[in-house]
T-cell receptor, first 113, second 115 residues
Framework: AQTVTQSQPEMSVQEAETVTLSCTYD???????LFWYKQPPSRQMILVIR??????QNATENRFSVNFQKAAKSFSLKISDSQLGDTAMYFC??????????FGTGTRLKVLA | DARVTQTPRDKVTEMGQEVTMRCQPI?????VFWYRQTMMQGLELLAY????????DSGMPKDRFSAEMPDATLATLKIQPSEPRDSAVYFC?????????????FGPGTRLLVL
């Protein structure tokens, strides 16, 4: 069975600094996809970044990048130049290509002014 | 900027009342998901539709919940009768499933409070 683990319930970072959120997963599938979603206080779930397991290159979206370590089954999210608007709950998720997404329990990130 | 829309944004109702939540998926998407989010359980998948057909509703309490897609632009989730334990945020998400690849895009959610 697929599992997704986020071991950091809460984190904080100073504005303009860099922060890394951890995520580990377990799957027996060879072809799968990994995601980071952001849920700000407005509660909208927003797709931040997506990684396809067969791609070796780490995905990047502006200030957001991932460190995908396939052998270690690790998928961390790095936020550079943190902004106050990055304050949110961050969920890591995986899918093996079926419709079922497995979500982690989330990491609450607070960006401090 | 295509988005999933959901109505109502917030709903307060009394136990026993019927609740209907609506979702408009992104135009061109062929899959729709309904999730429930609570502090205790996190995100739970309630139902999944592909090309308007319900493929999985195993996450829904069958006696009180129902989900439908009357057309490609509308998905509904009904609770009848509602109970206090149904209080949660309900999310709709849509996606385009092609060759096993899919990314879900979420709506803003409906916060339901059953008194």
């Amino acid at each position: 069975a697929q599992t997704v683990t986020q071991s950091q319930p809460e984190m904080s970072v100073q504005e303009a600094e860099t922060v890394t959120l951890s995520c580990t997963y377990d799957t027996s599938e060879n072809n799968y996809y990994l995601f980071w979603y952001k849920q700000p206080p407005s509660r909208q779930m927003i797709l931040v970044i997506r990684q396809e397991a067969y791609k070796q290159q780490n995905a990047t979206e502006n200030r957001f990048s991932v460190n995908f370590q396939k052998a270690a089954k690790s998928f961390s999210l790095k936020i550079s130049d943190s902004q106050l608007g990055d304050t949110a709950m961050y969920f890591c998720a995986s899918t093996s290509g079926t419709y079922k997404y497995i979500f982690g329990t989330g990491t609450r990130l607070k960006v401090l002014a | 900027d295509a988005r999933v829309t959901q109505t109502p944004r917030d709903k307060v109702t009394e136990m026993g009342q019927e609740v209907t939540m609506r979702c408009q998926p992104i135009l061109g998407h062929n899959t729709v998901f309904w999730y429930r989010q609570t502090m205790m359980q996190g995100l739970e998948l309630l139902a999944y539709f592909r090309n308007r057909a319900p493929l999985d509703d195993s996450g829904m309490p069958k006696d009180r919940f129902s989900a439908e897609m009357p057309d490609a632009t509308l998905a509904t989730l009904k609770i009848q009768p509602s109970e206090p334990r149904d209080s949660a945020v309900y999310f709709c998400a849509s996606g385009l499933q092609v060759g096993g690849r899919e990314t879900q895009y979420f709506g803003p959610g409906t916060r339901l409070l059953v008194l």
